[in-house]
Antibody, heavy 119, light 110 residues
């Protein structure tokens, strides 16, 4: 059984960066493709990006390209999502999610990490 | 990019009633790449249906999915009190690779 445990809530000022972590257990990170999905308050789900095993690279939604970086530390089975140049519209709950290695859906989700951007 | 539209935006029903939720895609979606999720307030989404019609592990059989091409449906045969929530459809596209979610349908108590 896959478990994803995320880091805690963060408060950031506009223009700053935030880095959210996602610790994997039950499997190793190399056996999974981790993706990131965010949800602004009262809004729907928005896919940000994740690992594409077909091309062996991380892919990003066009909206976030140039501002988001997703990395992995296989020694600790932890995935990271860093979002820079934060603005108030980035206030959201950020989830990591996976459905396995070659995934077309998300069977497992982290608990979410609230990022608040406020001056 | 494939855009998903869900209708209705809100569905007001009573426990025991049947719920029919629609998800329409701007282009044809491979059925194996269409999923449905349930989300309750303060919780992460939960996978209900994958491959358009297969129930995820532990999902009661009152939930069923159907459809193909650009039109997909999630049906809840008899609403239980715990089914009042928001439901999202999601598709995966491999050219270029990426995921999109629909805007959601809220099922609330009438």
């Amino acid at each position: 059984q896959v478990q994803l445990v995320q880091s805690g809530a963060e408060v950031k000022k506009p223009g700053a960066s935030v880095k959210v972590s996602c610790k994997v257990s039950g499997y190793t990170l190399t056996e999974l493709s981790i993706h990131w999905v965010r949800q602004a308050p009262g809004k729907g789900l928005e896919w940000m990006g994740g690992f594409d095993p077909e091309d062996d690279e991380t892919i990003y939604a066009q909206k976030f390209r140039g501002r988001v970086t997703m990395t992995e530390d296989t020694s600790t089975d932890t995935a990271y999502m860093e979002l820079s140049s934060l603005r108030s519209e980035d206030t959201a709950v950020y989830y990591c999610a996976t459905g396995g290695y070659y995934t077309t859906r998300f069977d497992y989700w982290g608990q979410g990490a609230l990022v608040t951007v406020s001056s | 990019e494939i855009v998903l539209t869900q209708s209705p935006g809100t569905l007001s029903l009573s426990p025991g009633e049947r719920a029919t939720l629609s998800c329409r895609a701007s282009q044809s979606v491979r059925s194996s790449y269409l999923a449905w999720y349930q989300q309750k307030p303060g919780q992460a989404p939960r996978l209900l249906i994958y491959g358009a019609s297969s129930r995820a592990t532990g999902i009661p059989d009152r939930f069923s999915g159907s459809g193909s091409g650009t039109d997909f449906t999630l049906t809840i045969s008899r609403l239980e009190p715990e089914d009042f929530a928001v439901y999202y459809c999601q598709q995966y596209d491999n050219s270029p690779p990426g995921f999109t979610f629909g805007p959601g349908t809220k099922v609330d108590i009438k």
